[in-house]
């Protein structure tokens, strides 16, 4: 058959600094022009495995190899990692901070450059190659300029450039809206059946990657490979849920309505699945399941009248912004990157002023107030903790509000210790932030906005790049603050969160407010959708599929459903 | 907004735009050299006409660099007044005579000379700034990479220059986010605090900028590596520009003009211009 292109044996990697191996005994064979997905929760070995593949490991991570790993028919231990960049070519998941060259033109060329090409061919190949992912007519632009979906095609040029065979994506979804993260897919799928080439993602958001076929997925759990198999049978062997991978919702879907999932059933994609057997179980629980009311609106505690923004008089931000937020509501804010959402968070921190309209902040035109006034009725937690954190022990960070308000040293010991407390970190509170994971010090920031008690909180895409349990605990932890009365707001592009844990979404496309209104309604109208860079709930579509007779309320019901079974699940 | 831009390239179309990069570094240091090193009235006097023109020559607007100049304006003023309260009377030893305009302490006179001298010292400051602010503003940090390889300093050091050219509006965009965060948690840079305060104050946003910027450095080194630099030990460049003419012609006359500033200073043996002989 095919030629294998990369193959792994008994091969095991430890890391200088840590303590156990990372990669355990891992034995994989990908062939010449597969399309393979990796997935894994965080701390599963799948990066490392990555790594591995694309010689930063041994070069740049040190540790201890052993067994073997061929790359295109040679031995990964004679080939430098310039040797492998020939083979392999990595799109990294920050497609920003990969942006190395002043311009688009540059970047592509970065590889021919360090190659010594001469000038003009290098100019003729970056034309070709910007052709291929469509980013020919922006060679002189710069980072700034490009919208996410932009520069992720910039970084596949930069690699395509090269000629390589294997390609190898570190999470390429994880900073896209859903509408480009779509697109991605296409893009690297299309190019694969051009090109020929290999294709390796690494992904833990398996529903997005299998928008196009795949051809196998390698499961991994705790440094090991735990499936290495097709899609259809992975997600009917029910491996996903333990390992920490969401499986597709509308396979939770269909596992609510009773149906066992059967690889015959090819769930992998719901255009190629068997409908027959499926429509009747679905339609039965469509019409058995009551959708729970959602409690009355309570007492406006922020509310936008008219709100209009702009950075320029040429580039207008925001445009005649009109919405309340009730007290206790979880609401968040959507739309593609650069619609205006950051800078709504900004306004209602008071990090600018609006042109015109007010904002009210329980009922007090908040225009005079400072910044800091402010934070104490509107607290932010930045996306990236370290964009936060200044302090080394915790105790101190999440006291540093307090200290900086002059409040007296004992009831700011009293103070941080019951918001430790809250935020499940008392047993850690002389601990060094250093010494925390990541979802541990996201909790960090948010208590230390916490403690100064706000009534809103806000937090910028406060689930970016984690992986299934750290989403659910960083969630589950803002419900349970949500529970306590306070009203949550959220910026994000996920759409599971939207789904699962808010009562509203808020929709900014262009500049202007077009949705105020269920989650369901932001997943399943396409006036909505399209505009936002959204894309429909795969629950819509398979209720379509299934002729259930309103979609619509199929999804209503599906989410009142999934938040009980949830809940249940956890008592 | 445009505060937080810059001090980072802007694009133009403008004779000084069209220049290389490395006739625009030697402009700099030849004008930074003939200017720290003359006390020359009417050398100081040309050159900052010079700069002047050369300013407007390359279409950047006053208003784009006004917070800036304003910034440098007050520490040069604050250097002034430093050198006034230290030595009050550097004007008379320099220059050997003492014209009194009047007196407001035994150690505290006026004195025209260092009125004379302290005008020097800003005039000084004030031809050299425009220049430094063009060579920023008007070169663009790639091509400027490239230059610096052309004539000889290696590849490593003139990419890591670009760099972080590269990577100054980035990490000013994070300063004041990260700015307005803490400040949301209470910290204070506004004069009503005091200077212990403000520099606590100044280590709360500077430490989370440091880490979240060491976060950013690991990653494009990664992707460095991953894309082969430093793999040999010559380098070309997608963006290299030869030297034109005119690079030629503004190289020539500015050693030219140099050589003639600082022929007019030292002329007569000393540094100074002194209009209060004879």
Same mark, same amino acid.
């Given at each position: 058959?095919?030629?294998?292109?990369?193959?792994?044996?008994?091969?095991?990697?430890?890391?200088?600094?840590?303590?156990?191996?990372?990669?355990?005994?891992?034995?994989?064979?990908?062939?010449?022009?597969?399309?393979?997905?990796?997935?894994?929760?965080?701390? @599963?070995?799948?990066?490392?495995?990555?790594?591995?593949?694309?010689?930063?490991?041994?070069?740049?991570?040190?540790?201890?190899? @052993?067994?073997?790993?061929?790359?295109?028919?040679?031995?990964?231990?004679?080939?430098?990692?310039?040797?492998?960049?020939?083979?392999?070519?990595?799109?990294?998941?920050?497609?920003?901070?990969?942006?190395?060259?002043?311009?688009?033109?540059?970047?592509?060329?970065?590889?021919?450059?360090?190659?010594?090409?001469?000038?003009?061919?290098?100019?003729?190949?970056?034309?070709?190659? @910007?052709?291929?992912?469509? #980013?020919?007519?922006?060679?002189?632009?710069?980072?700034?300029?490009?919208?996410?979906?932009?520069?992720?095609?910039?970084?596949?040029?930069?690699?395509? #450039?090269?000629?390589?065979?294997?390609?190898?994506?570190?999470?390429?979804?994880?900073?896209?809206?859903?509408?480009?993260?779509?697109?991605?897919?296409?893009?690297?799928?299309?190019?694969?059946?051009?090109?020929?080439?290999?294709?390796?993602?690494?992904?833990?958001?398996?529903?997005?990657?299998?928008?196009?076929?795949?051809?196998?997925?390698?499961?991994?759990?705790?440094? $090991?490979?735990?499936?290495?198999?097709?899609?259809? $049978?992975?997600?009917?062997?029910?491996?996903?849920?333990?390992?920490?991978?969401?499986?597709?919702?509308?396979?939770?879907?269909?596992?609510?309505?009773?149906?066992?999932?059967?690889?015959?059933?090819?769930?992998?994609?719901?255009?190629?699945?068997?409908?027959?057997?499926?429509?009747?179980?679905?339609?039965?629980?469509?019409?058995?399941?009551?959708?729970?009311?959602? !409690?009355?609106?309570?007492?406006?505690?922020?509310?936008?009248?008219?709100?209009?923004?702009?950075?320029?008089?040429?580039?207008?931000?925001?445009?005649?912004?009109?919405?309340?937020?009730?007290?206790?509501?979880?609401?968040?804010?959507?739309?593609?990157?650069?619609?205006?959402?950051?800078?709504?968070?900004?306004?209602?921190?008071?990090?600018?002023?609006?042109?015109?309209?007010?904002?009210?902040?329980?009922?007090?035109?908040?225009?005079?107030?400072?910044?800091?006034?402010?934070?104490?009725?509107?607290?932010?937690?930045?996306?990236?903790?370290?964009?936060?954190?200044?302090?080394?022990?915790?105790?101190?960070?999440?006291?540093?509000?307090?200290? !900086?308000?002059?409040?007296?040293?004992?009831?700011?010991?009293?103070?941080?210790?019951?918001?430790?407390?809250?935020?499940?970190?008392?047993?850690?509170?002389?601990?060094?932030?250093?010494?925390?994971?990541?979802?541990?010090?996201?909790?960090?920031?948010?208590?230390?906005?916490?403690?100064?008690?706000?009534?809103?909180?806000? !937090?910028?895409?406060?689930?970016?790049?984690?992986? !299934?349990?750290?989403?659910?605990?960083?969630?589950?932890?803002?419900?349970?603050?949500?529970?306590?009365?306070?009203?949550?707001?959220?910026?994000?592009?996920?759409?599971?969160?939207?789904?699962?844990?808010?009562?509203?979404?808020?929709?900014?496309?262009?500049? $202007?407010?077009?949705?105020?209104?269920?989650?369901? $309604?932001?997943?399943?109208?396409?006036?909505?959708?399209?505009?936002?860079?959204?894309?429909?709930?795969?629950?819509?579509?398979?209720?379509?599929?299934?002729?259930?007779?309103?979609?619509?309320?199929?999804?209503?019901?599906?989410?009142?459903?999934?938040?009980?079974?949830?809940? @249940?699940?956890?008592? | 907004?445009?505060?937080?831009?810059?001090?980072?390239?802007?694009?133009?179309?403008?004779?000084?735009?069209?220049?290389?990069?490395?006739?625009?570094?030697?402009?700099?240091?030849?004008?930074?050299?003939?200017?720290?090193?003359?006390?020359?009235?009417?050398?100081?006097?040309?050159?900052?006409?010079?700069?002047?023109?050369?300013?407007?020559?390359?279409?950047?607007?006053?208003?784009?660099?006004?917070?800036?100049?304003?910034?440098?304006?007050?520490?040069?003023?604050?250097?002034? +007044?430093?050198?006034?309260?230290?030595?009050?009377?550097?004007?008379?030893?320099?220059?050997?005579?003492?014209?009194?305009?009047?007196?407001?302490?035994?150690?505290? %006179?006026?004195?025209?000379?260092?009125?004379?001298?302290?005008?020097?010292?800003?005039?000084?400051?004030? %031809?050299?700034?425009?220049? +430094?602010?063009?060579?920023?503003?008007?070169?663009?940090?790639?091509?400027?990479?490239?230059?610096?390889?052309?004539?000889?300093?290696?590849?490593?050091?003139?990419? +890591?220059?670009?760099?972080?050219?590269?990577?100054?509006?980035?990490?000013?965009?994070?300063?004041?986010?990260?700015?307005?965060?803490?400040?949301?948690?209470?910290?204070?840079?506004?004069?009503? %605090?005091?200077?212990?305060?403000?520099?606590?104050?100044?280590?709360?946003? +500077?430490?989370?900028?440091?880490?979240?910027?060491?976060?950013?450095?690991?990653?494009?080194?990664?992707?460095?590596?991953?894309?082969?630099?430093?793999?040999?030990?010559?380098?070309?460049?997608?963006?290299?520009?030869?030297?034109?003419?005119?690079?030629?012609?503004?190289?020539?006359?500015?050693?030219?003009?140099?050589?003639?500033?600082?022929?007019?200073?030292?002329?007569?043996?000393?540094?100074?211009?002194?209009?209060?002989?004879?």
């Amino acid at each position: 058959m095919q030629k294998p292109i990369i193959e792994f044996t008994n091969f095991n990697f430890q890391y200088r600094a840590q303590s156990n191996p990372t990669l355990i005994d891992i034995n994989l064979i990908i062939h010449s022009g597969e399309k393979i997905i990796i997935a894994g929760p965080s701390g @599963s070995g799948k990066s490392t495995l990555g790594y591995c593949i694309n010689g930063l490991i041994p070069h740049y991570y040190k540790g201890n190899i @052993s067994g073997s790993l061929w790359i295109e028919g040679q031995n990964s231990e004679n080939l430098k990692i310039f040797d492998i960049s020939k083979y392999v070519g990595t799109v990294l998941q920050d497609s920003d901070g990969q942006f190395v060259a002043q311009t688009v033109g540059e970047d592509i060329a970065f590889a021919l450059e360090n190659d010594a090409i001469d000038q003009k061919e290098m100019i003729s190949r970056v034309e070709k190659t @910007s052709r291929l992912v469509d #980013i020919n007519s922006h060679l002189g632009s710069t980072p700034r300029e490009l919208s996410g979906g932009q520069k992720q095609r910039v970084s596949l040029a930069g690699v395509l #450039i090269d000629r390589v065979n294997i390609l190898l994506f570190d999470e390429p979804l994880a900073n896209l809206d859903p509408a480009t993260g779509r697109y991605a897919m296409e893009l690297i799928d299309d190019l694969a059946k051009n090109t020929g080439s290999t294709v390796i993602i690494i992904e833990h958001r398996l529903e997005d990657v299998l928008w196009r076929p795949m051809d196998r997925i390698v499961l991994m759990g705790e440094g $090991k490979i735990i499936a290495d198999t097709t899609p259809d $049978k992975i997600l009917a062997s029910g491996l996903l849920g333990t390992y920490g991978i969401r499986e597709p919702l509308y396979v939770t879907a269909l596992k609510y309505a009773g149906i066992k999932i059967t690889e015959q059933m090819h769930p992998s994609s719901i255009s190629l699945m068997n409908m027959d057997t499926i429509k009747k179980p679905l339609q039965h629980w469509f019409e058995q399941t009551a959708e729970t009311k959602i !409690l009355p609106q309570s007492n406006a505690v922020l509310s936008f009248s008219d709100v209009c923004f702009s950075y320029s008089a040429d580039r207008v931000v925001l445009e005649n912004i009109n919405f309340n937020i009730c007290e206790g509501e979880m609401t968040a804010i959507v739309g593609k990157n650069g619609a205006g959402k950051s800078t709504l968070c900004k306004l209602i921190c008071g990090f600018e002023k609006p042109e015109k309209g007010t904002i009210e902040l329980f009922g007090r035109d908040m225009v005079h107030t400072s910044i800091r006034e402010r934070a104490d009725f509107a607290g932010l937690v930045m996306q990236n903790p370290n964009q936060m954190i200044s302090q080394v022990l915790i105790r101190d960070e999440v006291g540093l509000g307090l200290k !900086l308000r002059d409040v007296p040293q004992n009831e700011i010991s009293e103070r941080v210790e019951a918001t430790l407390r809250v935020c499940g970190l008392y047993s850690y509170r002389n601990w060094p932030i250093s010494a925390l994971s990541y979802g541990q010090k996201k909790r960090v920031t948010i208590a230390s906005i916490l403690v100064l008690e706000p009534q809103i909180i806000l !937090l910028d895409e406060p689930t970016a790049g984690q992986d !299934l349990r750290h989403y659910t605990e960083i969630m589950e932890f803002l419900q349970t603050l949500q529970k306590r009365g306070k009203t949550i707001l959220l910026i994000t592009h996920d759409m599971h969160l939207i789904l699962e844990y808010t009562q509203r979404a808020i929709v900014i496309a262009d500049g $202007k407010l077009i949705c105020d209104n269920h989650p369901a $309604k932001v997943l399943t109208d396409d006036s909505v959708i399209k505009p936002a860079n959204l894309k429909e709930t795969s629950l819509f579509s398979l209720a379509k599929s299934a002729a259930i007779t309103d979609p619509f309320e199929f999804v209503k019901k599906f989410i009142s459903f999934d938040r009980e079974a949830r809940q @249940s699940c956890q008592q | 907004m445009s505060a937080v831009k810059m001090l980072s390239y802007i694009k133009r179309d403008s004779p000084v735009h069209h220049l290389n990069g490395v006739t625009k570094l030697i402009t700099f240091l030849a004008w930074t050299i003939v200017c720290m090193l003359s006390y020359d009235t009417r050398v100081l006097l040309a050159a900052m006409v010079l700069s002047i023109v050369i300013f407007r020559l390359a279409k950047i607007h006053l208003k784009e660099v006004g917070f800036v100049l304003a910034f440098i304006f007050f520490f040069l003023l604050l250097n002034d +007044a430093a050198i006034y309260v230290f030595s009050p009377e550097e004007g008379v030893k320099i220059y050997g005579t003492r014209h009194l305009i009047f007196q407001i302490s035994d150690r505290y %006179t006026l004195t025209q000379e260092q009125l004379f001298y302290l005008f020097n010292v800003t005039l000084k400051y004030l %031809t050299v700034v425009p220049i +430094a602010l063009l060579f920023l503003l008007t070169t663009d940090p790639s091509e400027f990479a490239a230059s610096l390889t052309g004539i000889g300093v290696p590849y490593r050091i003139s990419y +890591a220059v670009s760099i972080t050219l590269r990577y100054i509006a980035d990490i000013q965009t994070d300063f004041h986010n990260i700015s307005q965060a803490q400040q949301a948690r209470g910290v204070d840079l506004s004069k009503k %605090t005091g200077l212990k305060k403000r520099i606590s104050g100044i280590s709360i946003i +500077a430490v989370p900028l440091i880490f979240s910027s060491l976060d950013r450095i690991d990653l494009i080194s990664n992707a460095m590596d991953l894309r082969g630099f430093g793999k040999k030990e010559k380098r070309t460049w997608y963006r290299a520009r030869p030297f034109q003419v005119m690079d030629y012609c503004v190289i020539g006359s500015v050693l030219f003009l140099s050589i003639i500033g600082l022929f007019i200073t030292f002329s007569d043996g000393q540094r100074f211009f002194n209009p209060f002989l004879g």
